[in-house]
């Protein structure tokens, strides 16, 4: 890596952005100094000790693998005080009522959650309670009930995920979920299908040196900003970075990397070439894309004719789609997709990055496929400098599906069915069922119609993460119990129901004996040990809670379900996961095994049955925006996943309330920045305030979860059933 200076890829030549509108991150440094206080020195050992808890790089301390410099990010900094604040005083929970117009941010801010508390149907408040009567009620509400668990990313370790998807199992049901679904299922589904690797196929050192990065509805300046510093050394090294999204992101334009000294005092330029498409616009535009690349002879054709499949069909489907189709979808140009086309043509590697941009569609499967098709088409797929990347924004996304914590997989991702299930049948020693379970949001339209009886919530809250808060709240007020297990308060716990709602306290991934494990982008299973400092409570490790709710609702297999600790857990994980080899062996700070290695698919050499990678005909959705309506996408601003730090997005300036609008439509309709709007998607609707902002025309962005009250709780895409996290609305001011 070049350590010479290079102006020609300054942001600015004003020392540190003075004056710019950007992050301040060494604000940061002092809000996270000031936010441990009295707990600095855990703070400390948490930061330099510990895996990191927040996005999905997975840096160990403020280190990590593909570079020698010191990594640390907002991010990071923000969960401090959730991982060292004291307990709680469990006195306020005596009245739910008193608490339930509170935002989240202040019931985090009320402290940990300490003991297990009960609140009995029909009582005004929570009662603290033992963990055996905790328990005791846990399993009378479980035993013999249609129920099911839900677990969030949240720092979530591998241990927490394969434990609980067995104790879920144990009680007889596959109706267990997570956050990676409400992610990047849809990346999961086609990635699987077409390549036989549901993860990403290359490391984050292949983006450093490669011709050519592309990122697709993805925004790693927001949510992964750790990865900046890694485009900060791709643009040294010369790559070109390109970006395909409604929105132009300030961030991905300039960015500030606080740990490097010239990126922190000049910036660096990030973005080269920005391609702007509608929202759920992606397919015309990259199937327009493809089309360019064949008919230019820009396939690279001895890959495609020794390591592929389905490549006519693919050539056939995009030569029968028109140009004046593709640019009604896309919001672009024929000749936009050309200047694509010919970067990747000329391109001799290349990586494709995407994230929920793509996926959080009722499309997104085959966009994901539509990505795949140009990676394949140009063989940019197992060599150095080139992959697929799904880029995960939460710790703990990746190894969620790979434990087993999913409806509609087993561990390893093995689909649920009859032969499968027999294969951990036989390992558990319990009868594991045959047929896929219900996944988050099927237990929500269960609850709601009254045939779900009971849900485990680890984490997680329904009432800001899925579409229509007010359907959601209506589903949790029906059930006969609801049991949350967290580390702090949520809105949704607050919720009356119609029985028992029990919350039970949980470790941090820091408090957890033996340490744990988690799997990042890059598919390093990394072990981040146990952390010395206080400890809150009675809280338990969340492993513990689920095998104990099994234990206990049903004694008689209380010993095939129980563990000795997270390195027993770890040593089954190895037998359950093969490709998992190696978590074992992991038990200082530093050790981790990259399954897979560098790449995935070597040489061309795929895990499908044939040992080829599968070309789609991707047919392009049905343009759904009638004349004078918009296409409004959920953005994220200053938060993590639901949790809002700030009021304000320093990148953009953008108050939560900004309903973000390009230029032309705010004057084409006549509303100044600041003009109160109403948007509205049938009966449902949101109020806020005009900002401008460099979107596409046709195309609004307001912030998540703000903007859920917008969308329809029933549109989901066919195979991942995945929310679509955007809706069709009319503006009017006022």
């Given at each position: 890596?070049?350590?010479?200076?290079?102006?020609?890829?300054?942001?600015?030549?004003?020392?540190?952005?003075?004056?710019?509108?950007?992050?301040?991150?060494?604000?940061?440094?002092?809000?996270?100094?000031?936010?441990?206080?009295?707990?600095?020195?855990?703070?400390?050992?948490?930061?330099?000790?510990?895996t990191?808890?927040?996005?999905?790089?997975?840096?160990?301390?403020m280190?990590?693998?593909?570079?020698?410099?010191?990594?640390?990010?907002?991010?990071?900094?923000?969960?401090?005080?959730?991982?060292?604040m004291?307990?709680?005083?469990?006195?306020v929970?005596?009245?739910?009522?008193?608490?339930?117009?509170?935002?989240?941010?202040e019931?985090?801010?009320?402290?940990?959650?300490?003991?297990?508390?009960?609140?009995r149907?029909?009582?005004?408040?929570?009662t603290?309670?033992?963990?055996?009567?905790?328990?005791?009620?846990?399993?009378?509400?479980?035993?013999?009930?249609?129920?099911?668990?839900?677990?969030?990313?949240?720092?979530?370790?591998?241990?927490?995920?394969?434990?609980?998807?067995?104790?879920?199992?144990?009680?007889?049901?596959?109706?267990?979920?997570?956050?990676?679904?409400?992610?990047h299922?849809?990346?999961?589904?086609?990635?699987?299908?077409?390549?036989?690797?549901?993860?990403t196929?290359?490391?984050?050192?292949?983006?450093?040196?490669?011709?050519?990065?592309?990122?697709?509805?993805?925004?790693?300046?927001?949510?992964?900003?750790?990865?900046?510093?890694?485009?900060?050394?791709?643009?040294?090294?010369?790559?070109?970075?390109?970006?395909?999204?409604?929105?132009?992101?300030?961030?991905?334009?300039?960015?500030?990397?606080?740990?490097?000294?010239?990126?922190?005092?000049?910036?660096?330029?990030?973005?080269?070439?920005?391609?702007?498409?509608?929202?759920?616009?992606?397919?015309?535009?990259?199937?327009?894309?493809?089309?360019?690349?064949?008919?230019?002879?820009?396939?690279?054709?001895?890959?495609?004719?020794?390591?592929?499949?389905?490549?006519?069909?693919?050539?056939?489907?995009?030569?029968e789609?028109?140009?004046?189709?593709?640019?009604?979808?896309?919001?672009?140009?024929?000749?936009?997709?050309?200047?694509?086309?010919?970067?990747?043509?000329?391109?001799?590697?290349?990586?494709?990055?995407?994230?929920?941009?793509?996926?959080?569609?009722?499309?997104?499967?085959?966009?994901?496929?539509?990505i795949?098709?140009?990676?394949?088409?140009?063989?940019?797929?197992?060599?150095d400098?080139?992959?697929?990347?799904?880029?995960?924004?939460?710790?703990?996304?990746?190894?969620?599906?790979?434990?087993?914590?999913?409806?509609?997989?087993?561990?390893?991702?093995?689909?649920v069915?009859?032969?499968?299930?027999?294969?951990?049948?036989?390992?558990?020693?319990?009868?594991?069922?045959?047929?896929?379970?219900?996944?988050?949001?099927?237990?929500?339209?269960?609850?709601?119609?009254?045939?779900?009886?009971?849900?485990?919530?680890?984490?997680?809250?329904?009432?800001?993460?899925?579409?229509?808060?007010?359907?959601?709240?209506?589903?949790?007020s029906?059930?006969?119990?609801?049991?949350?297990i967290?580390?702090?308060?949520?809105?949704?716990?607050?919720?009356?129901?119609?029985?028992?709602?029990?919350?039970?306290?949980?470790?941090?991934?820091?408090?957890?004996?033996?340490?744990?494990?988690?799997?990042?982008?890059?598919?390093?299973?990394?072990?981040?040990?146990?952390?010395?400092?206080?400890?809150?409570?009675?809280?338990?490790?969340?492993?513990?809670?689920?095998?104990?709710?099994?234990?206990?609702?049903?004694?008689?297999?209380?010993?095939?379900?129980?563990?000795?600790?997270?390195?027993?857990?770890?040593?089954?994980?190895?037998?359950?996961?093969?490709?998992?080899?190696?978590?074992?062996?992991?038990?200082?700070?530093?050790?981790?095994v990259?399954?897979?290695?560098r790449?995935?698919?070597?040489?061309?050499?795929?895990?499908?049955?044939?040992?080829?990678?599968?070309?789609?005909?991707?047919?392009?959705?049905?343009?759904?925006?009638?004349?004078?309506?918009?296409?409004?996408?959920?953005?994220?601003?200053?938060?993590?996943?639901?949790?809002?730090?700030?009021?304000?997005?320093?990148?953009?300036?953008a108050?939560?309330?900004?309903?973000?609008?390009?230029?032309?439509?705010?004057?084409r309709?006549?509303?100044?920045?600041?003009?109160?709007?109403?948007?509205?998607?049938?009966?449902?609707?949101?109020?806020?305030?005009?900002?401008?902002?460099?979107?596409?025309?046709?195309?609004?962005?307001?912030?998540?979860?703000?903007?859920?009250?917008l969308?329809?709780?029933?549109r989901?895409?066919?195979?991942?059933?995945?929310?679509?996290?955007?809706?069709?609305?009319?503006?009017?001011?006022?």
């Amino acid at each position: 890596m070049s350590k010479r200076l290079d102006p020609r890829n300054w942001a600015s030549w004003r020392p540190f952005g003075l004056g710019l509108r950007k992050p301040n991150n060494y604000l940061e440094l002092i809000k996270a100094f000031r936010s441990v206080k009295g707990n600095r020195r855990y703070a400390w050992r948490i930061l330099t000790r510990g895996t990191c808890d927040g996005c999905a790089l997975g840096t160990k301390g403020m280190r990590d693998w593909t570079m020698r410099e010191v990594h640390l990010c907002n991010i990071r900094l923000r969960l401090l005080p959730l991982n060292t604040m004291p307990a709680l005083d469990v006195s306020v929970l005596a009245d739910a009522d008193r608490l339930a117009g509170k935002r989240s941010a202040e019931l985090r801010e009320l402290g940990r959650l300490p003991y297990p508390m009960l609140r009995r149907a029909g009582e005004p408040g929570f009662t603290r309670v033992s963990w055996d009567e905790a328990l005791r009620v846990a399993a009378g509400g479980l035993r013999d009930a249609r129920f099911g668990a839900y677990l969030t990313s949240r720092g979530m370790p591998n241990e927490n995920y394969y434990a609980a998807q067995k104790a879920v199992r144990a009680l007889g049901t596959n109706n267990v979920d997570n956050a990676a679904r409400i992610c990047h299922s849809p990346s999961t589904v086609a990635l699987k299908d077409t390549i036989g690797a549901a993860a990403t196929t290359c490391s984050y050192q292949d983006w450093i040196g490669s011709d050519l990065i592309v990122f697709i509805g993805s925004n790693p300046s927001n949510n992964q900003p750790v990865a900046m510093k890694y485009l900060y050394h791709a643009k040294k090294a010369g790559t070109r970075i390109a970006m395909v999204n409604a929105y132009r992101e300030p961030g991905m334009e300039r960015y500030w990397v606080p740990s490097n000294a010239e990126s922190a005092l000049f910036g660096t330029k990030i973005t080269d070439e920005f391609f702007g498409v509608h929202q759920g616009g992606d397919i015309g535009f990259l199937n327009g894309v493809l089309k360019h690349l064949i008919e230019n002879d820009w396939i690279d054709e001895k890959f495609v004719a020794g390591h592929t499949t389905g490549f006519e069909e693919a050539r056939r489907a995009v030569s029968e789609q028109s140009w004046e189709v593709l640019e009604a979808l896309s919001g672009s140009t024929r000749d936009e997709m050309l200047r694509l086309a010919r970067m990747l043509g000329e391109a001799r590697s290349a990586v494709l990055v995407w994230s929920m941009g793509i996926t959080q569609h009722t499309h997104g499967e085959d966009n994901v496929r539509a990505i795949v098709n140009l990676a394949l088409a140009r063989g940019f797929v197992g060599r150095d400098g080139c992959g697929l990347m799904p880029i995960r924004g939460h710790s703990g996304v990746q190894g969620g599906a790979e434990m087993g914590a999913y409806a509609t997989g087993l561990p390893g991702g093995l689909p649920v069915t009859p032969e499968n299930a027999a294969k951990f049948s036989g390992m558990w020693g319990f009868e594991v069922p045959s047929s896929p379970g219900l996944t988050a949001t099927d237990m929500i339209d269960a609850a709601h119609a009254r045939e779900l009886d009971a849900l485990v919530s680890s984490g997680g809250n329904f009432l800001e993460v899925l579409p229509d808060p007010d359907y959601c709240r209506e589903a949790l007020s029906r059930l006969k119990l609801r049991v949350h297990i967290d580390i702090v308060l949520s809105s949704q716990m607050l919720v009356p129901a119609e029985g028992d709602v029990l919350l039970l306290p949980a470790q941090t991934r820091y408090e957890m004996a033996g340490g744990v494990t988690e799997t990042s982008t890059e598919r390093r299973v990394i072990f981040s040990p146990e952390v010395e400092g206080p400890r809150i409570g009675e809280a338990w490790p969340e492993w513990k809670i689920f095998t104990e709710l099994a234990a206990t609702t049903r004694p008689e297999i209380s010993r095939l379900v129980r563990f000795t600790g997270t390195p027993a857990i770890r040593e089954e994980i190895e037998r359950a996961v093969p490709f998992y080899e190696g978590i074992a062996g992991l038990r200082r700070f530093g050790d981790s095994v990259q399954y897979g290695g560098r790449h995935l698919c070597p040489d061309g050499r795929f895990p499908t049955p044939d040992g080829r990678g599968g070309f789609s005909a991707v047919d392009p959705p049905a343009l759904e925006r009638p004349d004078g309506a918009f296409s409004v996408a959920t953005r994220r601003g200053k938060q993590f996943n639901s949790m809002v730090h700030e009021r304000m997005d320093g990148f953009n300036g953008a108050m939560r309330e900004a309903v973000l609008m390009s230029p032309y439509d705010a004057d084409r309709l006549g509303l100044p920045d600041g003009t109160p709007v109403e948007l509205r998607a049938g009966e449902r609707s949101y109020r806020g305030k005009v900002l401008r902002a460099p979107l596409v025309p046709g195309n609004l962005q307001v912030h998540w979860p703000e903007g859920n009250v917008l969308l329809d709780e029933a549109r989901r895409s066919p195979q991942a059933r995945i929310p679509d996290y955007n809706a069709v609305v009319t503006v009017r001011a006022l």
